[in-house]
């Protein structure tokens, strides 16, 4: 997939022949942005998160004529909810023994009813808008929910992940660049080492534009591990990437001092390609998501209650 951010066609609705939806997905950004199946919902003004979200995902139920199940990631309070929603707009959160069956057919017939890649599209078209929020949280909602469904070594998890950290560094922001662009690099050196050395020099591209020097050492320390296995195992054929590695090498070697320029083989990095032990978690820099309790007030509403979209 490339992170280049140039549409392979403009479609980017969801599959109409696809079977019924039984389950969709939500996402509550830090920030309060929401996501619900790959499009970002206008609040309103002051609408809350939770509201919209039911209010969204009861009109597919109406739709439907059946209840629908929701998976809510909600970042603002660090948790997965689960939930029941019927066609009266009334529901309630369920246990995730409660939940219908993960199994590989569910998943297939949901990726197939709004396919992973019509939100590609939709990012990149954002993007290409120079709507960079929109286009990063919607990102967020699709490494999150991938991860979650699909596990963080998923190759579609991964290329969520660096289109994201690539989103990142486009609006600046160079530490959660490396972080995510990190997390996609250890994941590959350790399951697929052969195609590592690209991921390396992106999650690189991203650490040349740090300046804390705290940050600068230890994430630098990390990358010239991965770059030094690379050597090792000769996969190292593009003389960009040598630069790169001695890049590196020569920033920890004059203690970590800022690089206020993008280097020649950082740009080509991140143009070309976008955005530890077998003990340690797979993506440590994840933050933990706790389930929610049955009953969670805020996603449970009685019958009749929907206020409708505000006006």
């Known amino acids: 997939m490339n992170h280049s951010l140039t549409p392979r066609d403009k479609g980017n609705l969801p599959v109409l022949g696809a079977p019924p939806l039984t389950r969709l997905d939500a996402y509550v950004a830090e920030d309060g942005s929401t996501v619900v199946n790959g499009h970002l919902l206008d609040m309103g003004g002051t609408r809350p998160p939770n509201e919209a979200i039911l209010d969204a995902v009861a009109m597919f139920a109406r739709t439907l004529g059946a209840p629908v199940a929701a998976t809510v990631i909600d970042r603002t309070a660090q948790q997965v909810a689960r939930l029941r929603v019927h066609p009266d707009g009334s529901s309630r959160t369920i246990g995730e023994e409660e939940d219908l069956p993960p199994g590989r057919e569910r998943t297939a017939a949901e990726e197939e009813a709004f396919p ?24 967020s909602a699709l490494r999150e929910h991938l991860t979650l469904r699909r596990g963080a070594e998923d190759e579609l998890s991964l290329e969520a992940r660096a289109i994201e950290a690539y989103l990142a560094y486009l609006r600046g922001d160079y530490m959660l660049s490396t972080v995510l662009a990190l997390t996609v690099a250890r994941i590959r050196c350790r399951t ?14 991203a650490w040349q534009r740090l ?23 000769g996969l190292l054929q593009e003389p960009s990437h040598h630069a790169m590695a001695q890049a590196v090498r020569g920033r920890l070697a004059q203690g970590g001092r800022s690089v206020p320029q993008r ?38 509403r009685r019958a009749g209650r929907s206020p409708g979209p505000s006006s």
Request: proline share 8%; net charge positive; no cysteine.
């Open 211 to 233: 300046w804390d020097e705290g940050q600068v050492a230890t994430r630098g320390q990390e990358l010239l591990r991965m770059w030094e296995r690379l050597s090792a195992a």
């Open 192 to 205: 697929d080492l052969n195609r590592a050395a690209p991921d390396v020099a992106r999650a690189t591209a």
């Open 263 to 300: 280097s020649a083989p950082a740009a080509a990095a991140l143009t070309a390609g976008g955005p530890g032990s077998a003990a340690e978690p797979v993506a440590p820099e994840d933050k933990p998501l706790k389930p929610t309790r049955r009953g969670l007030r805020r996603f449970t």
């Open 116 to 139: 992973p890649l019509a939100r590609v599209e939709r990012i990149i078209q954002h993007a290409q808008r120079e709507e960079l929020h929109a286009a990063f949280v919607l990102a």
